[in-house]
């Protein structure tokens, strides 16, 4: 079981990119999915999450309003839409995936991990 995130990249402040996490080994339809991420030097910290359905989703307060967390669950597949990206998102982003259905912000409550995807915004 894989997940896999891409979409990275270094941009400017206020530029837009979107993330994207692809499942292999299984489609994670029935499972809450996420977004963290570690900027160099701090912990890794709680972006978004989504349920199962794609209705219920959570979001860090540093990124409401900026950022959307969605899912095509036939494609198997997570995106985090970041809009107006400030330098303070320069971070590598991790998608994940735990085996309950709904949203969670507690990254010790994730079973799987992708790879991270770097995101560097220059100011």
């Known amino acids: 079981v894989q997940l896999q995130a891409s979409g990275g990249g270094a941009v400017q402040a206020g530029d837009s990119l979107r993330l994207s996490c692809a499942a292999s080994?299984?489609?994670?339809?029935?499972?809450?999915m996420g977004w963290f991420r570690q900027a160099p030097g701090k912990e890794r910290e709680f972006v978004a999450s989504i349920g199962w359905s794609g209705e219920r989703v959570y979001y860090a307060d540093s990124v409401k309003g900026r950022f959307t967390i969605s899912r095509d669950i036939r494609k198997g597949t997570l995106y985090l839409q970041m809009n107006d990206l400030q330098p303070e998102d320069t971070a590598v982003y991790y998608c994940?995936?735990?085996?309950?259905?709904?949203?969670?912000?507690?990254?010790?409550?994730?079973?799987?991990w992708g790879q991270g995807t770097l995101v560097t915004v220059s100011s």
């Open positions: 994940a995936a735990h085996r309950r259905l709904h949203p969670l912000t507690d990254a010790t409550l994730y079973d799987y």
């Open positions: 080994g299984r489609t994670f339809s029935n499972n809450g």
